[in-house]
């Protein structure tokens, strides 16, 4: 019998979910923002051509659509397309930094079928998520979140990348959570957008990724993860979740201009696979495009083969290859058997992401 996983590996119809960022314009500057994000892009689409894509969706009976930015709420005509998808029967997530949740537009959001709220959060506490997210990005975070308890929104998401800085953390999270009525969602660090430059200082060391393994083995069956971690799973144990790369066989990324990409990590020519404004939209590139064609043969574990993981791992995320110089074959740069580390040490030049939509901010990596 064929396994659901190898159906995922060649590829469905449709993608399962879209991540869909509306707009590059933020009103914050993160040091690992995966889009680099910050100024508006004039050409980004517009109100009817996102409710022709919203139609496209519908049509190819997509489950649903994660809208992200930037801070999508930015954009004037957010609730018009929020709207138009829900009542099309497509369901959206959208992600947020809180800033423009107030008591008015939490009471809105509160009233809408088929959507479900992320906010971004990257620490426990001010300090630690204040270094990674901007001053005073802690507290307009948690303001949101009360927002939404008390207009009885229901269980949305607190939405947590994971660094060397809050894997200490993984407790206080989910205590947060709970004390809003709220649902955790961990996620993997990529050397993207950003996240190029400050990955190298951030993401978990060898052992904390030990420890954020045994701490999902232990205490996250309510915690999503998504694709994130199945690089894990060569540790022993799989961890529930999507254990493959979902990349052009199951998820993709629609950018603010139209651009179709095979992940949200991967904002580079080489994994540009079309764009929704060329003839036959976007149901045309996912189903035609030689990138997601390439992308669901079966792959080769390449450096991986002699590693008797490779079934559990995959060899691990495309991206975090990709944007630290490592080929695409080759292992994991955070592989738990050790082998990234020393294809970091040789690895080639590294790539840089496609597009820098920062505002003229000074960034550091805060205070570690």
Not at 153 to 181: C, P, W, Y
Request: contains cysteine; negative net charge.
């Amino acid at each position: 019998m064929t396994k659901l996983t190898d159906h995922m590996k060649a590829g469905l119809d449709a993608p399962i979910c879209i991540t869909w960022e509306l707009t590059y314009a933020c009103n914050l500057a993160c040091i690992h923002c995966l889009s680099s994000s910050g100024r508006r892009d004039p050409r980004e689409l517009s109100t009817s051509e996102a409710f022709a894509v919203v139609d496209e969706l519908r049509a190819m009976q997509v489950f649903y659509v994660n809208l992200g930015g930037g801070e999508p709420m930015i954009r004037r005509d957010f609730f018009d397309i929020v709207d138009y998808a829900t009542q099309q029967g497509v369901g959206v997530k959208f992600s947020t930094n809180g800033a423009f949740i107030d008591e008015a537009a939490a009471q809105r959001l509160a009233r809408m079928d088929y959507l479900d709220i992320q906010i971004s959060l990257d620490g426990a506490d001010a300090a630690t998520n204040d270094a990674v997210r901007g001053i005073g990005s802690f507290d307009t975070a948690l303001t949101a979140m009360r927002h939404l308890r008390d207009a009885s929104f229901g269980e949305f998401k607190i939405s947590v990348v994971m660094t060397r800085h809050n894997v200490s953390q993984l407790d206080a999270f989910q205590q947060l959570a709970d004390d809003f009525g709220a649902q955790l969602r961990i996620t993997r660090l990529r050397p993207s957008g950003r996240g190029v430059d400050s990955w190298h200082a951030l993401h978990p060391t060898m052992t904390q990724q030990r420890e954020l393994y045994e701490w999902l083995l232990a205490k996250g069956e309510r915690v999503l993860t998504g694709d994130s971690f199945f690089h894990l799973n060569a540790l022993g144990e799989s961890l529930p979740g999507l254990n493959l790369c979902g990349a052009g066989r199951v998820v993709c990324l629609i950018d603010p201009i139209g651009d179709v990409y095979a992940c949200p990590f991967v904002i580079h020519d080489e994994f540009l696979a079309g764009n929704v404004r060329n003839e036959g939209g976007f149901a045309h590139v996912w189903k035609t495009s030689e990138l997601f064609v390439g992308l669901r043969e079966p792959q080769s574990p390449g450096a991986c083969a002699s590693c008797g993981a490779w079934d559990a791992c995959q060899g691990g995320c495309m991206a975090a290859k990709f944007f630290t110089g490592i080929p695409l074959d080759g292992p994991d740069p955070e592989c738990v058997g050790g082998e990234g580390l020393h294809a970091l040490a040789s690895a080639g030049s590294i790539p840089r992401p496609l597009g820098d939509h920062s505002r003229p901010i000074p960034v550091t990596l805060g205070r570690r």
